[in-house]
């Protein structure tokens, strides 16, 4: 299947080695509950593996210490009339980056604010830190969701402070290059404000934005350590952890120490202690609007039997450039830039394989990167190369499949294996967000040749980086293309293995074939653009206020406002992006106060 001339069939071939590997390696033993409560689940391959399982903290945890949320509104779900009605100011659905900054910004401003979550809240003590488990939990489609055409999976968080909840901290600045773009291109001027910088220095303030407590873990000590050996661009990534130490190693699975500054706990912290009240579980299917105006939302709480209905003077939509579009689109927006440019980071994974343990499940995540390649055409498109989180079942999808026993002698080698991630910042790729019959969103993304070349370069590079660093051998899941071993055992000449012809001959290999047309696993954590700010309709869906085109006092605040791909892991622009929309929202509001 995976080598069939049909893309039907390879399709199928990825759905299956997802729905194989994740259960295998990522649950626990049937039946035995988790919990750092009580931590008692399983996987019999771990011990094989030498992964010792979920990373508790050191110390116990005081459930005291993380005080939850006290302003989640409960709701009698048995009335006769099946259903709940609220009132407020402004209505913002999702909790993630977006929604959770403009929250704060209103509710200290004043405003009547209700926070609408599809996915609950889950106390940092409650965590299970379990893959499988967490992957579910916290990950929309447990982490299956994918393009239609099953070309890449995309990880989108779906939950109680959204994607900021299980990033993995890494929180670069919007450059200037990317601000200068997006400003001429899309008539932008705001972006170049001192207003705007202002903004984004609130923000790196807030959620305690530095390098100085960094400590790497292997992982990307050996990225620093092959880039500078060969000269490359290497630096390390500034973190959200407040100017402290963060090693837990887990926080794709959420934040067991509250260290990490995520929106849930930062800003939706903020927006209650000034009287923001919580919604979870419940799904908003329409924006409600009455002549050109929102009004308010409709929905369903978790148990799908009861309707939600929130009346409000300006509707906000944060949930994400999936759904933020499914959203419009579903309320009858008619602009045609709504859903029709989404734009992706597609990854892809570079393992290399070392003679010594390298445990890159230990430590902190994703604090180097490496600039190398990240402007291959003098516009500033090109990849990142960083280093991901790399627990059993992520390390698994990443890792070649060549039958079932060669897929397992290969993650026996799991301890002593070091993955790097290729970002590309898409160019010439088409993404886009429509409806299925149902109403739900339907994910179109056909990767560009440039980007695939982007992708082949980046595993080129990164192959010379891991090599340099001491790897023995590099695996990639491109259909047919093997692993690159070095000859003898014996100490590794760098520059003479990267420039032999049997290396050369590998990366031209993996430049024929490309990752185009379901030939190699892709991933996507960072999905941006589907619906674009731009100073004119007909180049966006929404003004460079927020406020969409066609409908007034309705607002967005999340990725989906991005013109391009940012190239950038988007945590701060976004961030950045929906404080702007809050002082935009705050002035509208006190104006129409005024009349």
């Given at each position: 299947?995976?080598?069939?001339?049909?893309?039907l069939?390879?399709?199928i071939?990825?759905?299956?080695k997802?729905?194989?590997?994740?259960?295998?390696?990522?649950?626990?033993?049937?039946?035995v509950?988790?919990?750092?409560?009580?931590?008692?689940?399983?996987?019999?391959?771990?011990?094989?593996?030498?992964?010792p399982?979920?990373?508790?903290?050191d110390?116990?945890?005081?459930?005291?210490?993380?005080?939850?949320?006290?302003?989640?509104?409960?709701?009698?779900?048995?009335?006769?009339?099946?259903?709940?009605?609220?009132?407020?100011?402004?209505?913002?659905?999702?909790?993630?980056?977006?929604?959770?900054?403009?929250?704060?910004?209103?509710?200290?401003?004043?405003?009547?604010?209700?926070?609408?979550?599809?996915?609950?809240?889950?106390?940092?003590?409650?965590?299970?830190?379990?893959?499988?488990?967490?992957?579910?939990?916290?990950?929309e489609?447990?982490?299956l969701?994918?393009?239609?055409d099953?070309?890449?999976?995309?990880?989108?968080?779906?939950?109680?402070?959204?994607?900021?909840?299980?990033?993995w901290?890494?929180?670069?600045?919007?450059p200037?290059?990317?601000?200068?773009?997006?400003?001429?291109?899309?008539?932008?001027?705001?972006?170049?404000?001192?207003?705007?910088?202002?903004?984004?220095?609130?923000?790196?303030?807030?959620?305690?934005?530095?390098?100085?407590?960094?400590?790497?873990?292997s992982?990307?000590?050996?990225?620093?350590?092959?880039?500078?050996?060969?000269?490359?661009?290497?630096?390390?990534?500034?973190?959200?952890?407040?100017?402290?130490p963060?090693?837990?190693?887990?926080?794709?699975?959420?934040?067991?120490?509250?260290?990490?500054?995520?929106?849930d706990?930062?800003?939706?912290?903020?927006?209650?202690?000034?009287?923001?009240?919580?919604?979870?579980?419940c799904?908003?299917?329409?924006?409600?609007?009455?002549?050109?105006?929102?009004?308010?939302?409709?929905?369903?709480?978790?148990?799908?039997?009861?309707?939600?209905?929130?009346?409000?003077?300006?509707?906000?939509?944060?949930?994400?450039?999936?759904?933020?579009?499914?959203?419009?689109?579903?309320?009858?927006?008619?602009?045609?830039?709504?859903?029709?440019?989404?734009?992706?980071?597609?990854?892809?994974?570079?393992?290399g394989?070392?003679p010594?343990?390298?445990?890159?499940?230990?430590?902190?995540?994703?604090?180097?990167?490496?600039?190398?390649i990240?402007?291959?055409?003098?516009?500033?498109?090109?990849?990142?190369?960083?280093?991901?989180?790399?627990?059993?079942?992520?390390?698994?999808?990443?890792?070649?499949?060549?039958?079932?026993?060669?897929?397992?002698?290969?993650?026996?080698?799991?301890?002593?294996?070091?993955?790097?991630?290729?970002?590309?910042?898409?160019?010439?790729?088409?993404?886009?967000?429509?409806?299925?019959?149902?109403?739900?969103?339907?994910?179109?993304?056909?990767?560009?040749?440039?980007?695939?070349?982007?992708?082949?370069?980046?595993?080129?590079?990164?192959?010379?980086?891991?090599?340099?660093?001491?790897?023995?051998?590099?695996?990639?899941?491109?259909?047919?293309?093997s692993?690159?071993?070095?000859?003898?055992?014996?100490?590794?000449?760098?520059?003479?293995?990267?420039?032999?012809?049997?290396?050369?001959?590998w990366?031209?290999?993996?430049?024929?074939?490309?990752?185009?047309?379901?030939?190699?696993?892709?991933?996507?954590?960072?999905?941006?653009?589907?619906?674009?700010?731009?100073?004119?309709p007909?180049?966006?869906?929404?003004?460079?206020?927020?406020?969409?085109?066609?409908?007034?006092?309705?607002?967005?605040?999340?990725?989906?406002?991005?013109?391009?791909?940012?190239?950038?892991?988007?945590?701060?622009?976004?961030?950045?992006?929906?404080f702007?929309?809050?002082?935009?929202?705050?002035?509208?509001?006190?104006?129409?106060?005024?009349?």
């Amino acid at each position: 299947m995976k080598h069939s001339v049909l893309p039907l069939t390879r399709k199928i071939f990825h759905v299956f080695k997802k729905l194989a590997m994740v259960p295998f390696y990522a649950c626990p033993h049937p039946g035995v509950s988790s919990g750092l409560a009580q931590f008692a689940a399983w996987n019999p391959t771990w011990d094989l593996l030498g992964y010792p399982g979920p990373n508790i903290p050191d110390r116990p945890l005081d459930a005291s210490t993380f005080q939850p949320p006290t302003r989640f509104l409960e709701f009698d779900v048995g009335n006769p009339e099946n259903l709940v009605e609220l009132e407020a100011d402004v209505v913002i659905v999702g909790s993630g980056c977006g929604g959770g900054i403009i929250a704060a910004q209103l509710a200290q401003a004043g405003h009547r604010v209700v926070v609408l979550e599809k996915g609950s809240y889950v106390h940092p003590t409650k965590l299970s830190l379990v893959e499988g488990e967490s992957l579910q939990q916290f990950c929309e489609n447990a982490v299956l969701c994918q393009s239609e055409d099953g070309s890449i999976t995309i990880v989108a968080g779906s939950t109680w402070g959204g994607g900021s909840r299980i990033n993995w901290s890494a929180s670069l600045v919007p450059p200037k290059h990317l601000l200068e773009e997006w400003s001429e291109r899309f008539h932008l001027p705001h972006l170049l404000t001192n207003e705007f910088q202002q903004g984004i220095d609130t923000v790196l303030e807030r959620m305690g934005v530095g390098i100085d407590s960094i400590q790497h873990n292997s992982g990307n000590q050996i990225l620093l350590d092959g880039c500078r050996r060969l000269g490359y661009h290497c630096d390390s990534i500034p973190q959200n952890t407040g100017h402290k130490p963060h090693s837990c190693g887990s926080c794709f699975f959420g934040c067991p120490s509250e260290t990490k500054q995520s929106s849930d706990a930062s800003w939706l912290r903020d927006a209650e202690r000034h009287g923001a009240r919580f919604v979870q579980s419940c799904f908003v299917e329409r924006v409600l609007i009455e002549n050109g105006k929102a009004v308010g939302v409709s929905g369903w709480l978790h148990s799908g039997q009861t309707q939600l209905r929130v009346k409000a003077k300006h509707v906000v939509s944060s949930c994400g450039s999936i759904h933020t579009p499914a959203l419009l689109l579903r309320s009858g927006l008619k602009n045609r830039h709504i859903g029709s440019k989404l734009h992706l980071h597609p990854v892809h994974a570079v393992v290399g394989v070392f003679p010594e343990p390298v445990k890159m499940f230990e430590g902190s995540i994703m604090t180097a990167l490496s600039n190398q390649i990240a402007d291959r055409d003098g516009k500033h498109y090109g990849a990142k190369l960083e280093v991901p989180a790399s627990h059993t079942s992520i390390a698994s999808l990443g890792c070649p499949w060549n039958g079932p026993l060669d897929s397992k002698l290969g993650m026996l080698r799991f301890p002593n294996m070091s993955s790097m991630i290729v970002l590309a910042r898409d160019k010439d790729s088409q993404g886009s967000v429509s409806l299925d019959t149902d109403g739900n969103p339907v994910i179109r993304y056909r990767l560009g040749r440039f980007d695939s070349d982007t992708l082949a370069m980046g595993v080129q590079t990164s192959a010379e980086v891991l090599l340099a660093a001491g790897a023995r051998e590099i695996l990639i899941d491109q259909t047919g293309t093997s692993p690159y071993r070095v000859e003898g055992d014996g100490p590794i000449d760098v520059q003479a293995e990267i420039g032999s012809e049997r290396f050369r001959a590998w990366t031209r290999q993996v430049h024929a074939r490309g990752f185009r047309n379901l030939n190699g696993s892709l991933l996507s954590a960072h999905q941006m653009g589907s619906c674009v700010m731009a100073g004119r309709p007909d180049l966006g869906a929404v003004q460079p206020t927020g406020e969409t085109w066609e409908v007034q006092n309705l607002w967005v605040g999340d990725t989906s406002l991005f013109p391009t791909a940012s190239g950038v892991n988007p945590m701060i622009t976004v961030y950045s992006m929906a404080f702007s929309v809050a002082q935009a929202m705050k002035q509208r509001m006190g104006e129409q106060a005024k009349l």
